[in-house]
Each structure stands twice: as structure tokens, then as C-alpha cells.
């Protein structure tokens, strides 16, 4: 491209010297010879007026002025003989005009020559000058040098312009391309540098926009990928832990395994619509949600496996709790979390306990260990590698802010994480949604499970 640009610059100026110069050369061939000729003609006059006393007297003329080593004078008599002088014997064309009382000029063989009469009431006499056309010609040589001079400047100034320019609008031409081929090698934090055209930036801009919403568009698949692992490991667990007991233990009833299996099977489909119903941002709490059933739900999932390791869970739900206004899928998801932590890194009783927190509710749960040591990274999201937690609190309190609640770790030893959820509120006239506990509204992209 560099190469194409400079070579089409060089080409135009080319083209625009040849257009000016070719005229212009021939003006100066045209402008020498006349200059020429006068110079000619003002040595003819001064010659004819110095002679022209002694001609109109009668008397012999004097010897003829001094002039230039290239330049012939001849005085002729009226009619027409060489008188003084060099010039040719016989007459020429620009000598029979003047001798008709007319300055006349001309080339005759390889000569310049000018024709002046000298004219005393009557032509007594005709002075020619006549000088070799090459001297002219060294003079228009040396003019077309200085125009080719000037011609071979302007055409290198063009070229070092054009190179530059070249260079300007080639180097973010080939920085775009690399940033389209790492940008299809999946490096989407690449971003171009402002190039100063318009139309470049143009399409930098877009580029950079593309970038940064395949970007997000992967870093929400990977994340769904991530929370879906982790929110699906405890049902698969679940799945897992009841049939390996139903072959463990002699005489098991089968069936009766197999109808567990497929409670754990529904847990599991549940699991995957709720994962599913978040990532699309469908039932954005605008349905009161009855906590009750929601609690009672997780009891039993988990009632089984906290027993197997001597555990339990108790589900606290006064009577006359009011709704919550908030998605089912994502208060599911939240205490799932929650209470997965609880037995994964807690011990003893897992308390999960619902109460009103004046327009708000709160759900509480706890269980009898030591708590966490780190207590300011429990919400930071890290690498699925990481030891301890790392994914799942992360995504839970998201979800809890996505539908205008909070997740806070209420108390450390034992440890009490709070849910609070705003409390469903009929609507006032105009359709108003409820308020929610200053939560940031719609989910935000980076926190979304997937889309």
C-alpha cells in the first residue's frame, strides 16, 4: 500500500510538471530567441545611428561600433552591396525588407539576423546584425537545467511527502489488521490507538466496540459455564449420594431408590431452569414470591445428605410473613449457595430462618462452625482452581443485587449469612414497580450467569 501511494503521488506529480513544464519550456524557447533579436536589433540601431551623419553627408563611414565577439555587423549601401563589414556579399531576405525602409529580422542559415535601415529622408543604407542561433540555444539549455532542477526538487519533495503521508495512513491500516487477526485469535482486550482520519478512527471504533461486546459476550458464556458447574454440582451430588446407598445397603428397596433418584432428577431440571430463567433476566420480581414453599423445598433437598454426615437443617417460617418481591429462580439459587457453603465448610445444625426487617424481609442462615477466616474476600470472585470459595458466594450475592436485595455476612463465628429481600408491596396506581433495598436493578452484563 506504503509503495502504491508514493508511486501514484510521484505519477500525478509527474503528470502536473509535464502539463506546466512542456509549455512552459517552449515559452522560454519562444522568450530567449526574442530576446535575442532584440539585443540584435538594439546593436543594429546604435550601429545605423552612428553611421546615419556621414551617410546622409555624402561622406566614406566610419568604422562600425564595437560589439560582442559573437555578434556580426555589416553595413550595406542603398543598393544593397556589402559596404563595411563581415556579412555575407549577397543579400538575404531581412536585408531586401529593410532596404525597403522596414526592420526585419529572421534566421538565414545557422544565424539570428536583424535588418536595420538607416534612413536619411530615404534609405541610404542598411545595418544587419546577426549572431549563431547556438548562442541562443545555450541560453535556453541553461533555462531548461534550471527548470529540470526545479522540476527534479519539487518531484523529490513530492516523493518525501508522499512516503510520510504513505507511512501515516498505512501504519494504522496494518495496526487494524493486527488487531483483527488477535482479535480472532479470542484476545479481545485489544484496542487501537487514534490515528487522526476520520474515516480510520471510524472503523478503529468499531472495531474496538466489537471487540468489547464479543468480550463480554464470552466472559458471560465462560461465567455462565462456571455458575452452572457450580450450581449443578450439589444435585449431581445429591443424584450420586442416593444411589450409591441404595446399593450399599442390603435389601434396599429399589424402588424406593429410584423414586429418590428421580426427586433428585427433578432437583436437578429445576436447578437448570432456574440457571436458565436468570441468564435470559426473565421475572424480574414483579410476582409476590411465597418464601414458605421456597424453604420447605430446600429442607428436603438437602435434609438427606446433612444426614448421612449426622447433620441437620431447620427451616424457620413464622406465620404471616408477607411475599418477597423478587424471582423465585434467583432466591433458589442464592440459598443454594448459602446453605451448600453451610455444609461444605460449616458443622452441626444448618439454621435457615425467614423475619421481617421492617419493609424488607430477611433469610438467615447459619449452621455451627468456625466461620470463615477471610472474611473480606468471601464475595470475590476467583478461578474455579481456587481452594475454598471462590465462585459461589460471588455469584449469589449478585443475583441477590440483580433483584434489589443484598447477601452480607451478618455474623462471622458462628457464621450467619442474611438474605434481604424487599417485601412485595401492591403496586400504587400507575403501575410503579416496588422498591427495592438500593440494589442496581437490571443485572449487570459482567454478573450475569450467561445470556
Not at 384 to 395: H, M, S
Amino acid at each position: 500500500m506504503r509503495r502504491r501511494i508514493v508511486g501514484l503521488t510521484v505519477a500525478a506529480a509527474v503528470l502536473a510538471i509535464a502539463l506546466f513544464g512542456v509549455p512552459l519550456a517552449a515559452l522560454v524557447v519562444r522568450y530567449l530567441v526574442n530576446d535575442e533579436q532584440a539585443e540584435l536589433q538594439r546593436v543594429a540601431d546604435v550601429a545605423a545611428l552612428t553611421l546615419s551623419a556621414d551617410l546622409a553627408h555624402g561622406r566614406e563611414p566610419g568604422p562600425l561600433p564595437a560589439v560582442d565577439t559573437a555578434v556580426t555587423l555589416t553595413l550595406y549601401n542603398a543598393s544593397g552591396q556589402r559596404w563595411i563589414g563581415n556579412g555575407p556579399a549577397g543579400l538575404d531576405e531581412p536585408i531586401r525588407e529593410a532596404l525597403e525602409g522596414e526592420i526585419a529580422s529572421g534566421t538565414v542559415g545557422g544565424d539570428l539576423v536583424v535588418a536595420v535601415p538607416v534612413v536619411d529622408n530615404q534609405v541610404v543604407g542598411v545595418v544587419r546584425a546577426a549572431t549563431p542561433v547556438a548562442e541562443a540555444w545555450v541560453r535556453i539549455l541553461g533555462a531548461w537545467m534550471l527548470m529540470a532542477a526545479l522540476a527534479a526538487v519539487a518531484l523529490g519533495a513530492v516523493w518525501l511527502v508522499a512516503r510520510r503521508q504513505g507511512a501515516r495512513l498505512a501504519r494504522p491500516l496494518e495496526q487494524l489488521a493486527k488487531n483483527a487477526q488477535r482479535l480472532g485469535d479470542g484476545d479481545f482486550s485489544v484496542r487501537g490507538r487514534p490515528a487522526a482520519i476520520p474515516e480510520i478512527d471510524a472503523v478503529g471504533t468499531a472495531m474496538d466496540t466489537t471487540a468489547e461486546r464479543l468480550g463480554d459476550v464470552v466472559a458471560r458464556e465462560r461465567a455462565f459455564t462456571a455458575d452452572a458447574s457450580h450450581q449443578l454440582r450439589t444435585p449431581l451430588t445429591g443424584l450420586r449420594f442416593g444411589l450409591e446407598a441404595a446399593l450399599d445397603v442390603p435389601g434396599q428397596d429399589l424402588a424406593a431408590a429410584i423414586r429418590v433418584a428421580i426427586g433428585s432428577t427433578d432437583d436437578l431440571m429445576r436447578t437448570i431452569d432456574d440457571l436458565l430463567e436468570l441468564a435470559r433476566d426473565t421475572n424480574r420480581g414483579t410476582e409476590p414470591l411465597d418464601l414458605a414453599p421456597v424453604l420447605t423445598e430446600l429442607g428436603d433437598q438437602w435434609r438427606v445428605m446433612l444426614a448421612a454426615s449426622s447433620r441437620a437443617i431447620v427451616v424457620r417460617v413464622p406465620t404471616g410473613v408477607p411475599a418477597a418481591a423478587a424471582s423465585g429462580a434467583a432466591v433458589r439459587q442464592v440459598l443454594a449457595v448459602l446453605v451448600d457453603n453451610a455444609v461444605r465448610h460449616g458443622a452441626g445444625t444448618v439454621t435457615v430462618a425467614v423475619r421481617e426487617a421492617g419493609d424488607a424481609l430477611a433469610v438467615d442462615v447459619s449452621d455451627e462452625g468456625p466461620g470463615p477466616g477471610d472474611t473480606d474476600a468471601l464475595f470475590v470472585r476467583r478461578s474455579p482452581k481456587a481452594g475454598g470459595l471462590g465462585i459461589g458466594l460471588a455469584l449469589a450475592r449478585s443475583l441477590a443485587e440483580a433483584e434489589g436485595g443484598r447477601l452480607v455476612l451478618a455474623r462471622a463465628k458462628p457464621p450467619t449469612f442474611m438474605l434481604l429481600l424487599p417485601a412485595f408491596r401492591d403496586p400504587p396506581e400507575g403501575g410503579e414497580s416496588p422498591e427495592t433495598l438500593g440494589g442496581p436493578g437490571p443485572r449487570p452484563a459482567a454478573d450475569r450467569p450467561g445470556r
